[in-house]
């Protein structure tokens, strides 16, 4: 069973499946990665004997992928299929399902399995949400909808060579429970699968969220673990923002900037002109659109429009975390707090994970030292005498130390905030 807290769905095991492991950097958020490490430690306890040689390589600052990717044995790979009781996997905890040097035909068989596992859950989780889209919206699925040669091409994927091995009958008119669920299923996307990206701050949520919501799944949602900066849901840019507007992500919204004041005569007036952002401390910064009508001045609400009335994908759930193990970084409390405030004005569940290493509003045990950081609301992190003096241009900086995650919890503000987003394919959540 894994400690990974968000796989423990009500009336569901969590476990970890790496059918497929090795991965790369690809942004900050990779750093510190836990799974490059285990695969380091893996390596020298089993003396490089292992499926993941090649996968990591020796740096200063311990293991580091290489890309190399792998397959792990067939036995692995179809181990959800022999699962009894309901479980909800974390697939590909040591690496990315859709990493570069993943080939489709081993995707195919990861989504086979998922395919002919309905009683199970599977969390998929990434930071290539380009791929994951062009591979999940090729071609036209059963039912109609954009969507997917891979359903296709699953239902042979692991006819003889895999199914035989987990003692499986495949052939269309098998009463067995796997293949049965399998021809019989309509639905596309997979309703037990999940799909979700990464994000570190704003700049990844602008870049990883948008595509997110334009790939087929039946349960979208993030990880802002480690959670590196601010980010703001409610206001996502896009490309070209003046043509594009901006996205709404927890309501769905997409909304323009820009509209022109319409007279009553029906004259075109001038632009309107966006309102002043004011932050999560309530003090007025940059300019900056408000993307939903409550926020909108009343007197102004009018002449906003979204760009378009045809509905707009949104996020279902929005975990967050900050980052445990060695040379872990502190994570500002505004963040989560404004993250879980978002997540509870829109309606969506909102899972915190824990504080990590670092933990605000702790009082040391007599005799014990800790280090301290100074966390700016922006993402910088002040050291040495820089702590004491600060940066004359922030306020609303904060002390964290370095407790260690299990002192430091899970608790934000006393509450425990584990909340998972109704379940599309039945059953507890």
């Given at each position: 069973m894994t400690q990974i807290e968000w796989t423990h769905l009500p009336g569901f095991k969590g476990e970890s499946w790496n059918p497929i492991v090795g991965c790369a950097i690809v942004s900050k958020g990779c750093t510190n990665c836990y799974a490059m490490k285990q695969a380091g430690r893996i390596l020298r306890m089993t003396g490089g004997d292992s499926h993941y040689a090649g996968t990591v390589t020796d740096s200063k600052a311990g293991p580091v992928w290489t890309g190399k990717v792998a397959r792990a044995s067939?036995?692995?790979?179809?181990?959800?299929?022999?699962?009894?009781?309901?479980?909800?996997?974390?697939?590909?905890?040591?690496?990315?399902?859709?990493?570069?040097?993943?080939?489709d035909e081993w995707i195919d068989q990861v989504f086979a399995v998922m395919a002919l596992a309905p009683e199970h859950r599977f969390i998929v989780l990434t930071k290539r949400p380009e791929r994951m889209r062009e591979y999940l919206s090729a071609g036209v699925s059963p039912n109609g909808k954009p969507g997917n040669d891979v359903f296709m091409r699953i239902t042979g994927e692991l006819l003889d060579r895999t199914l035989s091995d987990a003692g499986i009958r495949w052939h269309e008119l098998s009463d067995d429970r796997h293949s049965t669920a399998l021809f019989a299923k309509k639905a596309w996307p997979l309703p037990n699968v999940w799909l979700g990206v990464s994000v570190e701050d704003q700049a990844s949520a602008d870049a990883r969220i948008p595509l997110l919501l334009e790939t087929p799944a039946a349960i979208r949602f993030i990880s802002a673990e480690p959670l590196l900066g601010p980010v703001d849901l409610t206001w996502l840019a896009q490309p070209n923002e003046d043509a594009d507007g901006v996205l709404d992500c927890?309501?769905?919204?997409?909304?323009?900037?820009?509209?022109?004041?319409?007279?009553?005569?029906?004259?075109?007036?001038?632009?309107?002109?966006?309102?002043?952002?004011?932050?999560?401390?309530?003090?007025?910064?940059?300019?900056?659109?408000?993307?939903?009508?409550?926020?909108?001045?009343?007197?102004?609400?009018?002449?906003?429009?979204?760009?378009?009335?045809?509905?707009?994908?949104?996020?279902?759930?929005?975990?967050?975390?900050?980052?445990?193990?060695?040379?872990?970084?502190p994570m500002h409390s505004v963040w989560a707090r404004s993250l879980r405030d978002q997540c509870a004005a829109a309606g969506v569940p909102f899972f915190f994970k824990q504080w990590g290493e670092w933990a605000p509003d702790w009082t040391p045990e007599q005799g014990r030292t800790c280090s301290a950081r100074v966390v700016c609301p922006d993402g910088e992190v002040l050291t040495g005498a820089r702590m004491v003096f600060g940066r004359s241009d922030v306020a609303d900086a904060e002390v964290m130390l370095a407790i260690g995650k299990k002192a430091a919890g899970h608790l934000l503000d006393g509450v425990e905030h584990f909340n998972w987003p109704d379940d599309p394919a039945g059953g507890a959540s």
């Open positions: 067939e036995t692995t790979l179809t181990a959800p299929l022999r699962a009894r009781d309901p479980r909800c996997y974390f697939v590909n905890s040591m690496g990315d399902l859709f990493a570069e040097g993943v080939p927890l309501r769905g919204l997409n909304w323009v900037c820009g509209k022109r004041y319409v007279a009553e005569d029906g004259r075109e007036g001038a632009p309107l002109v966006r309102l002043d952002h004011i932050d999560a401390h309530g003090k007025r910064g940059e300019p900056r659109l408000y993307v939903t009508r409550e926020n909108i001045r009343p007197d102004l609400q009018q002449h906003w429009e979204p760009a378009s009335f045809d509905p707009v994908a949104k996020l279902d759930w929005v975990i967050a975390g900050g980052e445990s193990g060695p040379d872990a970084r």
